[in-house]
């Protein structure tokens, strides 16, 4: 087994874990480690230099590790750049501290197509940048630094009018006429392989996605710069997100979106985002029930959350449901900050969201404190009326916002119950509102420094 992967998972103490918390330590036992032969694969051995291009180094070091029954292949201090790279099972990607990988910022070199997902939908599209599918034993690791080279002349101008990018306008080509084609090929049941969204389509890829694969590691790189989405493990098991920076201000510049993955830890990480820090999905509409895998027993602990949409999210691609989320020991602030805990989805996403428990959250400054929204973008357009019941927050504190609460739920469908406890807001511009709530509980909850009581 490679150095990096020796170490053994840390285990919480029992009496920490009682009552549906209890449920922690069941989750992390099941979550295996990658198994990764003791061998190694240095670039530099296979032809990489630091110049223009060092794609052919890392396909060749990477087919080299494949034939061999796999392993470590290493990437040494320097600077290094490459198209997309794809692993194989029983292989780990490892950043020496002092490298950087940066990625060429050429659409034509992210094809042919591969088989992804992109907001929740799945497809023939780019190919993300680091990309794996259908593998067994895969890693990301190291102390260097991964660049997904996107910025306001590449990648990102492809959203269309992007106040992140003051250039950034709808005059050129955008993602909007294959968005909504996408859309209406998942609604009609297109076949995947015939959903191809590559060339001239504009759907920028996520710059990690490990699909269907089980036994996954993400630890300790730096990942800047992406198109999309940083991080994205779609169908996956056993995957563990650990010291990890994610630093990307693009649009749709999501931290890590577990999407239908089951026994997930992420944990000792630094999110700084354009968008969500961490958003737990299931797949959108019609693609989301057809596929209606949930994303369950996730684990999220001592990270911290600086910019973004959202501190914890969870959707809006949520089709699929959501059960069984445990967030623990996490500091949130940024004036940048747009919410502390989400929840998003409408009556054409459904869903059914059970079971998250939220406890011991430090939120220094953010907009609204806690969010349930079933009117997200379609809102109250759609038969799929969203389930969310059994949400507990508690030991919550919260210096300064916005809002404290914007809970909104359906007449017809309320959430059910939702519970805070032993929280408190110190200072709030407003209490927000809470609508359609059944089996609401409030217990030893202040906001600006008064006791709480719903009305």
Same mark, same amino acid.
């Given at each position: 087994? =490679?150095?990096?992967?020796?170490?053994?998972?840390?285990? #919480?103490?029992? +009496?920490?874990?009682?009552? #549906?918390?209890?449920?922690? &330590?069941?989750?992390?036992?099941?979550? +295996? *480690?990658?198994?990764?032969?003791?061998?190694e694969f240095d670039i530099r051995d296979f032809g990489a230099t630091g110049g223009e291009d060092d794609s052919g180094a890392f396909t060749a070091a990477l087919r080299a590790c494949r034939a061999a029954g796999g392993g470590r292949v290493v990437v040494p201090p320097g600077q290094y750049r490459s198209g997309p790279i794809h692993l194989g099972s029983n292989t780990e990607l490892h950043l020496r501290e002092g490298a950087v990988l940066s990625f060429i910022p050429d659409p034509d070199r992210y094809l042919p197509p591969v088989k992804t997902r992109w907001e929740g939908m799945e497809l023939m599209g780019y190919s993300p940048?680091?990309?794996?599918?259908?593998?067994?034993?895969?890693?990301? !690791?190291?102390?260097?630094?991964?660049? /997904?080279?996107?910025? $306001?002349?590449?990648?990102?101008?492809?959203?269309?009018?992007?106040?992140?990018?003051? +250039?950034?306008s709808d005059a050129g080509p955008t993602q909007h006429a294959a968005r909504k084609a996408l859309f209406e090929d998942a609604e009609r049941g297109v076949p995947v392989a015939e959903r191809v969204y590559a060339d001239g389509s504009y759907l920028r890829p996520? *710059?990690? +996605?490990?699909?269907?694969?089980?036994?996954?590691?993400?630890?300790? %790189?730096?990942?800047?710069? =992406?198109?999309?989405?940083?991080?994205?493990?779609?169908? $996956?098991?056993?995957? !563990? %997100?650990?010291?990890?920076?994610a630093r990307s201000h693009g649009p749709n510049s999501d931290g890590c979106d577990p999407e239908s993955c089951r026994n997930?830890?992420?944990?000792?990480?630094?999110?700084?985002? /354009?968008?969500? $820090?961490i958003a737990i999905k299931s797949g959108r509409n019609a693609d989301g029930r057809r596929l209606a895998v949930p994303s369950e027993n996730i684990v999220i602990r001592d990270c911290r959350m600086r910019d973004g949409h959202g501190g914890l999210v969870l959707g809006s691609e949520i089709?699929? /449901?959501?059960?069984?989320?445990? *967030?623990?020991?996490?500091?949130?602030?940024? #004036?940048?900050?747009?919410?502390?805990?989400r929840i998003k989805t409408n009556a054409m996403r459904g869903g059914e969201i059970q079971h998250v428990y939220v406890r011991n959250v430090s939120i220094g400054q953010v907009k609204d404190v806690i969010v349930i929204n079933f009117f997200y973008e379609e809102g109250?357009?759609?038969?799929?009326?969203?389930? %969310?019941?059994?949400?507990?927050?508690?030991?919550?504190?919260?210096?300064?916002?916005?809002r404290a609460f914007h809970i909104r739920?359906?007449?017809?469908? &309320?959430?059910? /119950? *939702?519970?805070?406890?032993?929280?408190?807001?110190?200072r709030a511009e407003s209490v927000g509102v809470i609508e359609q709530v059944s089996g609401l509980t409030v217990s030893a909850v202040t906001i600006n420094g008064e006791l709480f009581k719903p009305k």
């Open positions: 087994m =490679a150095p990096s992967l020796s170490h053994a998972m840390s285990r #919480p103490t029992p +009496q920490d874990y009682t009552g #549906p918390w209890a449920a922690v &330590p069941k989750i992390l036992d099941t979550i +295996q *480690l990658p198994r990764i032969p003791a061998r940048l680091i990309y794996a599918h259908g593998c067994e034993n895969v890693a990301l !690791t190291g102390r260097g630094r991964i660049d /997904g080279g996107a910025d $306001c002349d590449t990648w990102w101008p492809w959203k269309g009018l992007n106040t992140k990018c003051a +250039q950034s996520p *710059l990690v +996605q490990f699909y269907a694969c089980r036994n996954v590691l993400i630890e300790g %790189v730096t990942l800047e710069n =992406a198109p999309f989405w940083v991080l994205h493990p779609v169908l $996956c098991e056993s995957v !563990t %997100v650990r010291g990890i920076t997930v830890l992420i944990e000792n990480c630094l999110f700084d985002n /354009g968008d969500d $820090c089709s699929g /449901g959501v059960r069984n989320v445990f *967030l623990e020991n996490c500091t949130m602030s940024s #004036p940048n900050l747009e919410r502390g805990l109250d357009r759609g038969p799929y009326d969203p389930d %969310v019941h059994d949400i507990f927050v508690e030991n919550l504190h919260c210096e300064r916002a916005q739920g359906f007449e017809r469908a &309320p959430i059910r /119950g *939702l519970h805070v406890a032993r929280s408190d807001i110190l």
